[in-house]
């Protein structure tokens, strides 16, 4: 929508490119679908220069494998009515906007632009296998800059200024969209629809500055292919290394690679200085195809270099990621004082052990005795670093027997043993209990009460089963307060843990069997 101060200045405007009044005739007379060919003839006939102009056309090597023509009915029926409009309509444009300009001024590369965009337009859509008449794609990417010449003819200083401080084409759509609120996509567009041309052209021209997107839709395929010949055109009239970059973008749109178009645009090339003849408009410079193509090697070899390169970053990030992913859930399931595995840490440890030991689990809970009185002794750092001497000690153990070891809560740990029976669990802890009696920081001079535990063990599999993994660890927690109510220091095994042959559990004083729960 173009804003109403800037229609305005438009519709005063009294030098707007227009075409003649021979070219609206033939407009209007091809919007009716039961039009005689001989009445467009009629009209064209007047216009002498227009009707060589499509005899030139329809003779050139786009039409090379026909006999030549020589009436313009027959040129007409060759190169088809939308491309005898696209001629008419460029034709009348050029001649009125070049001989209007200012000496300060010229057209001749807006025209080779926008000649070269038509082309390559109507190329793209022959090498995509676009289903759609070329003619039509030829006359909207051909237009697709018209606005240009509107917000010239209306607002001469300021449009000037705005083209002298652009870089490039981009860059003047930009400062159009500042400076007017619109580009001249849409100027454009509302000049073709005043011309009455058909609503898919009036539609191509306003869309063809957006953003370029791949499509498997042909009406959308053929609007990428006018957004897109706009920027080759550019590309083109700068060199062979600015068109080989473009191409490489176009490539990754519309999934056909460079060697193809390298070589769609090298055939177009022959075409380009007998059109640019019939319609008046001086050819750009030739492009050299060796150069093109080696710049189009060079730039997938730099593209391939970086996609390595990136590959290789991300890959890095991803390891990254993955080792800041096992320190923060590491963290999640250590405990900070003794940095054991947490109660999480030994819930998820037991649950995977529940149901992938072959043959069963036991499991140990220990709960440091008259711990309170310890920590009342001596107060909390004292009671935290035998808390950290035990978990060293039971890391050490547990090592050697492959098993798992964390702090539950407090004063208390939990021992998984997978693929341990009753006994060799019972094993296990009497070789932990005797450590810790024996541990060289364990004396009663240090603190005039020796540092215990109890112990209960809670076997699945071997003969006795448990529902799930918290019931056998409340067994064992259970037969720990067993053997904390019969004093301390000592194994308690869960009922059916031991298998036929009860082994005795020594104590510090002597030789005790053990309790069962």
Not at 96 to 109: G, L, R
Not at 173 to 186: F, K, M, P, Q, W
Not at 286 to 306: H, I, P, T, V, W
Not at 373 to 384: K, Q, R, V, Y
Request: net charge negative; charged share 20%.
């Amino acid at each position: 929508m173009i804003p109403d101060a800037l229609r305005d200045s438009l519709e005063r405007c009294k030098t707007l490119p227009s075409p003649s009044s021979v070219v609206f005739r033939v407009i209007e007379l091809a919007r009716d679908p039961d039009v005689s060919l001989q009445k467009i003839v009629a009209v064209l006939h007047s216009d002498p220069a227009l009707s060589a102009s499509l005899l030139s056309l329809a003779n050139s090597v786009f039409y090379a494998s026909h006999r030549p023509v020589e009436h313009l009915q027959e040129a007409i029926n060759r190169i088809g009515l939308e491309r005898t409009l696209s001629m008419a309509l460029s034709c009348s444009l050029a001649a009125a906007t070049t001989s209007d300009a200012d000496p300060s001024t010229t057209f001749d590369n807006y025209w080779q632009r926008s000649l070269v965009s038509a082309l390559i337009a109507r190329q793209l859509a022959t090498t995509l296998e676009q289903a759609v008449d070329s003619g039509v794609l030829f006359t909207a990417a051909l237009l697709q800059d018209i606005g240009m010449l509107a917000l010239y003819a209306s607002d001469r200083d300021n449009y000037r200024a705005l083209c002298t401080r652009a870089a490039n084409h981009a860059q003047l759509v930009e400062l159009e969209r500042d400076h007017y609120g619109v580009d001249h996509a849409a100027v454009g567009a509302w000049l073709a629809q005043r011309w009455r041309l058909s609503e898919r052209t009036v539609s191509w021209i306003g869309a063809s500055h957006e953003h370029l997107q791949g499509t498997a839709v042909d009406e959308c395929r053929a609007a990428s292919c006018i957004i897109a010949s706009g920027r080759l055109a550019d590309a083109w009239l700068q060199g062979e290394t600015a068109l080989s970059a473009a191409l490489g973008e176009i490539e990754v749109t519309f999934g056909v690679d460079t060697p193809t178009l390298v070589e769609a645009m090298m055939a177009l090339q022959e075409d380009v200085p007998a059109i640019a003849a019939a319609y008046r408009i001086e050819p750009p410079k030739r492009l050299d195809g060796q150069r093109l193509l080696y710049a189009s090697k060079q730039l997938l070899a730099e593209q391939n270099a970086q996609l390595q390169q990136d590959l290789i970053r991300q890959q890095q990030e991803i390891e990254r990621l993955k080792d800041q992913q096992q320190s923060l859930s590491k963290q999640v399931r250590c405990d900070p004082l003794t940095q054991l595995g947490n109660r999480r840490y030994l819930e998820e440890t037991l649950e995977k052990a529940f149901v992938a030991a072959s043959q069963g689990v036991s499991v140990v809970f220990i709960d440091l005795d008259r711990f309170k009185m310890l920590n009342d002794t001596h107060g909390h750092a004292f009671g935290d670093a035998i808390l950290c001497k035990l978990a060293a000690l039971l890391e050490t153990s547990c090592t050697l027997s492959k098993a798992h070891v964390g702090r539950y809560g407090g004063e208390e740990f939990v021992i998984v043993l997978s693929d341990h029976d009753g006994e060799q669990a019972w094993r296990c802890v009497e070789g932990i209990r005797r450590e810790l009696a024996n541990a060289p920081w364990n004396s009663a001079s240090a603190s005039g009460l020796p540092v215990t535990a109890s112990y209960g063990i809670a076997t699945h599999g071997y003969g006795e089963c448990f529902a799930t993994p918290q019931a056998l660890l409340s067994a064992a927690d259970g037969c720990m307060y067993s053997a904390k109510y019969a004093g301390g220091d000592r194994v308690s095994v869960h009922q059916g843990g031991l298998r036929d042959n009860p082994i005795a559990c020594g104590v510090a004083a002597g030789a005790r069997p053990p309790s069962a729960c």
